[in-house]
């Protein structure tokens, strides 16, 4: 199959085009890049305006399948990844049963498969059931297609477990994601402890529960000299320890999200639900601090932890209704609108913390950059579209977004996977 | 001064003057409960449900003798014996209410925001008995009506909180009220039990008793949470007691006009001594009365002068 793309000004981490190039892909590659092909018969994309990335990737999603496809499954999952522009999605085990063997990981890739519209990498679980005590059967996992492993949803809190799983998985060259946060000091928190908490009445989740296992990790990673990927950093003093580690060449790398980026915990003012996530929307410093560390590298990626939650799951009060919000679909919008247009990252940027890096820390080598010989994902974006964001345009089952009603600028016009279209607008 | 407000969801949104016309209503109510007939027809016609989540004596029967003195019909929902139990949310409670026409819906909940998740879905006015740790309104007006009743203003009198703020709905209200009105509050309770960002509440922080008690007008004192301290809060009552429970000695040291409050039920022996509780100095009794009045003003102001508004 070949399909041609016309008239492309492609954003490449490491260079931008200045001229607009032909790009055409051909079974599933780039086969060539020039400032003018043609092709008899070839199904061609008209790029004219718009900027052209290497495909997206999204190192934190939660599918819910198997177990809760209520909420999403891999086919809505990944339809709603391909309208936000995605082309490879990273997908949690915190599902029913846990991804925590082998046949659960080929399960979840044979279904993306039949589905056929974005790469789907499960990340299995670091320690069976997502319980803390016994590692996983980790080079099974590896073998059937995991590309990382995490216990997201809860953290490896022993300390002994984390390093034992640690040095096991540096053995097999897998990478742990470890979701920091400490629940000893969270103690049923359900937003971030300050002004706002002391005026709602709700329960505080202090920073330092997100931090302390930071530190402990970068620590082990230290010790170890082992990678670790630390997942959706919230905090002004995560981004500074992670940036202190990485100055002394400890091998950590780190995720934000676009609502740790955007919103601050004001934004529950009004019990409402949606804005209820964990980690919890912090303070005006600690969203400055997430976008200094996403503008100076400190953090790789910027991850949507996209997490669907019915509408009768989040009906049921502040304290009671489940954490997270959906991302997918506002992702490119939001980077877009709070960080490209406000000149926090460049377009290269851009593209470098949501391709390249993710590729990267990922470990997908044929991923990650729009180069001759490498995988033909693509994402085309007008930047200077703009757009609300609508309840009844989500393609996701489950529409908890807090960013309903808000209006952004740059929008995914075409994705295409594997050379073939999985969305136009 | 007209009300405007649909709902009382807590003190915060209230500005000065609203709560000035809420405490000067209650003043022409209170000489009802002191009639033979106990008995005026403000509210003939109207139906209020008394939805409350969590245990209470004092405030759901008070709402209820309020609502009846006023000639209002009143229902009385209890978690326990409602569809709660069989796992119906709250929403889906109180719009099956409303769709019996019910004009007010006063609720009580263990969850903060629970009443301004029902005031943006339902017509019918809401009045917040108590969410969560967040607000207790009229507790708040209550004892602002007590403090006025007994020294005359409340602007400028040094007014301190002692206890468990952090966990406190009506330490949350109180301190909006009083510094609305322009009082000084002093909030005075062991570090684990304040919370973290209080300065931010504009209000002074102490950790000595003793000596809060001797600079202020009144003290309001909260009640210990007991079934809260399996969290481990406090080493012991003992030591709490010791601390900041208001003691006769404590009290001895301060001035002898100073008021001592408590919203209820208390832990005597723990937070105030039973010779305090029961002492000259105590008002306890009278903000009970006091509260009475304050709800009869509260649904008097909500339901009585004009039909509640659907905005």
Known sequence: MTLLIKNAMIVNADKRYLQPQDILLEKGKISKI?????VENCKAVDAAGKLVFPGLIDLHVHLRQPGREDKETVETGTRSAAKGGFTSVFCMPNTTPVIDNAMVVEAIINEARRVGLVNVYPVGAITR???????????????????????????????????????????????????CQDHSLTAGGVMNEGYHSMILGLKGDPGIAETVIVARDIELAHYLKTKVHLAHMSLKR???????????GILVTAEACPHHFTLTDEAVKGFDTFTKVNPPLRSPEDVAAIREGLQDGTIDCIVTDHAPHTKEDKETGFDNAPFGMIGLETSVGLTMTELVHKKVLTLEQMADRMSTAPARVGG?????????????????????????????DFWSKSKNSPFVGRKLKGRVETTICGGRITYQV | ????????????????????????????????????????????????????????????????????????DVVNIASSSSSSAKGESILDTALNLEAMN?????????????????????????????????????????????????????????????GDVLHSRVARSNIWGFKKLGANVTVCGPATLLPRAIKEFGVEVSYDLESSMKKSDCVIVLRLQKERQQEVFLPSLREYAKLFGVSQSKLEKASKDLLIMHPGPTNRGVEIGADVADGRQSVILEQVTNGLAIRMAVLYLLLGTKEPSTA
């Open chain 1, 238 to 248: 995560s981004v500074e320890l992670i940036r202190f580690a990485k100055s002394q």
């Open chain 2, 102 to 162: 019910v004009d007010m819906i006063v609720v009580r909940h263990y969850s903060s925001g629970v009443p301004n998740v029902l005031s943006q879905n339902l017509k019918a006015a809401i009045i917040n008995a108590g969410d969560g740790s967040r607000e207790h309104p009229t507790q708040g007006l209550l004892d602002i009506f007590t403090v006025q009743e007994k020294l005359g203003n409340v602007k400028g009198r040094n007014i301190t909180i002692v």
């Open chain 1, 34 to 38: 020039a400032a003018s092909i043609a």
């Open chain 1, 129 to 179: 059931g997502q319980m803390g005590k016994e590692l996983t059967d980790m080079a099974e996992l590896k073998q059937a297609g995991c590309k990382a492993l995490s216990d997201d949803g809860k953290c490896v809190e022993n300390s002994q477990v984390m390093r034992l799983a640690l040095e096991y998985s540096k053995m097999i060259d897998l990478l742990l994601i470890q979701h």
């Open chain 2, 1 to 72: 001064m007209e009300w405007k407000k649909r709902d009382l969801l807590d003190l915060q949104s209230l500005d000065k003057e609203e709560i000035e016309l809420i405490l000067e209503t209650a003043k022409s109510f209170r000489q009802v409960s002191t009639r033979d007939v106990k008995k005026v027809p403000a509210l003939r016609g109207k139906t209020v449900a008394l939805l409350f989540y969590e245990p209470s004596t004092r405030t759901r029967v008070s709402f209820e003798l309020a609502a009846k003195r006023l000639s209002a």
């Open chain 1, 364 to 392: 997908l080598e044929s991923k990650g950059k729009i180069s001759q010989g490498l995988d033909a994902d693509i994402t085309i974006i007008d930047p200077n579209k703009e757009w609300e964001v609508r309840v009844e």
